[in-house]
């Protein structure tokens, strides 16, 4: 059974640029999260999906980032225009709603540098 | 608002010794599931244990255990027997409805 899958699993850009991180989740789970986790923060929620829709983006820092889950099994957040404070590791997760208080299960992570 | 607060940002223990890192929460629910997941310098968030409110029973998974002590909102995570493997960030975790709440971890190390 594949866990969450995201890619790519290092990300090195110049300020400025686009960056696209991707994830896939566990299949026939229903709800999926983003995590940005840093030394300073620690691990903080941007946005979770429940049945491809958005229910909560208070996490979102500002309008530079942006996520999509266009089906069940695929997921972006996207930052544009980068810059170097946006560098972290991001985290997917999902899980299956419905079924009582079950774990999320976490992809590896996407390190980001943006330089 | 929901907090998770881990007070113990370092922590370590002797090989094949015992370990407490300590929890505690915040919370109006009064039905909320706890976890306790690892995450390893690879990186990978591993739940180790979970823990149900409304269950006064605690939760043991091998030499992982711990400490619910509901009316004073403490999840505190036992690991017996430590092993090198065991060195890791550990994140307590709250869960009510979908909503997850992480604390701030502790980082475990384990000396030979």
């Known amino acids: 059974d594949a866990g969450v899958i995201q890619s790519p699993r290092h990300e090195v850009t110049e300020m400025g640029q686009e960056v696209t991180l991707r994830c896939k989740p566990i299949s026939g789970h229903n709800s999926l999260f983003w995590y940005r986790q840093t030394m300073m923060r620690g691990l903080e929620l941007l946005i979770y999906?429940?049945?491809?829709?958005?229910?909560?983006d208070s996490g979102m820092p500002e309008d530079r980032f942006s996520a999509k889950m266009p089906n069940a099994s695929f997921s972006t957040l996207k930052i544009q225009p980068s810059e170097p404070r946006d560098s972290a590791v991001y985290f997917c997760?999902?899980?299956?709603?419905?079924?009582?208080?079950?774990?999320?299960?976490f992809g590896d992570g996407t390190r980001l540098s943006i330089l | 608002a929901q907090t998770v607060t881990q007070s113990q940002p370092e922590m370590s223990v002797q090989e094949a010794e015992t370990v407490t890192l300590s929890c505690t929460y915040d919370t109006s629910e009064s039905d909320y599931y706890l976890f306790w997941y690892k995450q390893p310098p690879s990186r990978q968030m591993i739940l180790v244990i979970r823990q149900e409110a409304y269950k006064q029973q605690n939760a043991t998974e091998n030499r992982f255990s711990v400490n619910f002590q509901k009316a004073a909102k403490s999840f505190s995570l036992k690991i017996s027997d430590s092993q090198l493997g065991d060195a890791a960030m550990y994140f307590c975790a709250q869960n009510t409805g979908n909503q997850f709440y992480f604390g701030t971890g502790t980082s475990l190390t384990v000396i030979p």
């Open positions: 997760a999902s899980s299956l709603e419905g079924r009582r208080f079950q774990p999320q299960h």
């Open positions: 999906f429940n049945n491809n829709v958005p229910i909560d």
